[in-house]
């Protein structure tokens, strides 16, 4: 992964930043936490320009932001809330709890949409209930812009700053990253379980 990141920056630079940002928004498994402090550090080293990294970077971001949102819209909840009549046991999800979460990001669309885009495991899903309330558009890319630009600013000067060291940026933010994915893995399985049980009960 970080050899394929590398490549494709050295390769073709900020745009490259870019294209590596948007697939970690379409395929969480790529850490922006590794991609933007490494872009900071060649931006230090003058090799790219700091502000095309943090342009291309944020670009990336809400490209694939917005294509998850779009997703959500042209879903639609009903749809949705069939697909979780037939599946929602493996997605932990019952069709109340769609519904409340609509309801629930209906009170707090701007707030959830802002700082879910600095949350590892949420900032990529954040866009689909945005999309399935019909947040509209402009207020979506709006508050997506601006919490995917300050969380790029703020990783790619952690690299800049420490240039050669970036890395520590990533030992940093791996034990915390890895902490909120394993809780939200024993939450999912804890439910999964759970419901397994109540539907066997029923």
């Known amino acids: 992964m970080f050899d394929f990141i ?13 294209v590596v940002m948007f697939l970690e928004n379409v395929f ?11 872009a900071g550090f060649n931006a230090a080293q003058e090799s790219v320009s700091l502000l095309a990294v943090f342009v291309w970077g944020t670009v990336g971001t809400v490209l694939g932001a917005w294509l998850w949102y779009e997703a959500g819209r042209r879903v639609g909840l009903e749809r949705l809330q069939q697909f979780i009549g037939k599946y929602g046991i493996w997605l932990t999800l019952s069709q109340d709890d769609v519904q409340n979460a609509i309801d629930w990001f209906d009170r707090h669309d701007k707030a959830a949409t802002f700082f879910g885009r600095m949350i590892p495991g949420v900032r990529t899903m954040i866009s689909v209930p945005a999309g399935l309330a019909h947040m509209s558009m402009t207020r979506f890319m709006i508050y997506t812009t601006a919490g995917s630009a300050l969380w790029n600013m703020a ?10 060291q970036y890395d520590r940026v990533v030992d940093y933010l791996n034990p915390i990253t890895n902490l909120i994915l394993a809780a ?6 804890y439910r999964v379980a759970r419901q397994m049980i109540d539907r066997r009960n029923a």
């Open 6 to 18: 590398t490549n494709l920056i050295d390769t073709m630079g900020a745009f490259g930043v870019g």
């Open 28 to 38: 969480p498994p790529i850490p922006s936490e590794l991609v933007m402090p490494l």
């Open 155 to 164: 990783l790619i000067a952690a690299g800049y700053l420490l240039q050669s």
């Open 184 to 189: 939200i893995a024993i939450t999912y399985l």
